[in-house]
């Protein structure tokens, strides 16, 4: 079974600072993507990459940076954390087309307070 | 753009009668690959069904679903609810668009299986 794995688990951040939140694979995929899960909302796409050292806006990337060092690792940047980005954030990777299904980390749950 | 459409927002059934969860979609290419995942309380999202070719069913784990590209629909239907079937169930989209292989979902539905 293909792995994700997010780092941290949960966090407790304080308004203004700054976040990184990490995602590591060990699928050989290119793509890679950074989701938020709010009630209400579901799944919304932040940033997404399918090469290293590149890396897409998503469809609400505003407050949010994105990097892609190595195929195998993908972050989000929260430069100045905000209440509005409390919520859990879900990594996920996949392979290339003919197989595209996503493979989700465990989630982070981010509460900025 | 593209976009994923779930309008119910939570289902209710009483266990052992059928369940259907409806997910439109919209965009202007061709190529659509629409899935649905499955989501359970402190588990990671999963990928249930899968479907690109039109008008064909997928079935997988009592579940079926059938892409028809003339109503951009890809319906979630199961015979018999199960107590365990309960969860949050998302319908996404991908389409190849170049290479940059952008997935959206919906806004999910919530399925809760009562006795």
């Known amino acids: 079974e293909a792995a994700v794995t997010q780092s941290p688990r949960s966090k407790v951040a304080v308004t203004g600072g700054k976040v990184t939140l990490s995602c590591h694979q060990t699928n050989n995929h290119d793509y890679m993507y950074w989701y938020r899960q709010d009630t209400g909302h579901g799944l919304r796409l932040i940033h997404y990459s399918y090469v290293a050292d590149s890396t897409e806006k998503g469809d609400i990337p505003d407050g949010y940076k994105a990097s892609r060092p190595s195929q195998e690792n993908f972050s989000l940047i929260l430069e100045l954390a905000s209440l509005s980005q409390t919520a859990v954030y879900f990594c996920a990777s996949r392979g290339g087309w003919g197989n595209e299904r996503l493979f989700f980390g465990h989630g982070t749950k981010l509460s900025v307070l | 753009g593209d976009s994923v459409t779930q309008k119910e927002g939570l289902v209710t059934l009483t266990e052992g009668l059928p369940v259907m969860l409806n997910c439109t979609y919209q965009t202007i290419y061709s190529n659509a690959f629409l899935f649905w995942y499955v989501h359970y309380l402190n588990e990671s999202p999963r990928l249930l069904l899968k479907?690109?070719?039109?008008?064909k069913r997928t079935e997988h784990q009592g579940f079926h679903a059938t892409l028809h590209k003339s109503s951009s629909s890809f319906h979630l239907q199961k015979s018999s609810a199960q107590l365990s079937d309960s969860a949050l169930y998302y319908c996404?989209?991908?389409?190849?668009?170049?290479?940059?292989?952008?997935?959206?979902f919906g806004l999910g539905t919530t399925l809760q299986v009562q006795p």
């Open positions: 996404a989209l991908t389409t190849i668009t170049g290479n940059t292989g952008k997935l959206i």
């Open positions: 479907s690109s070719t039109d008008n």
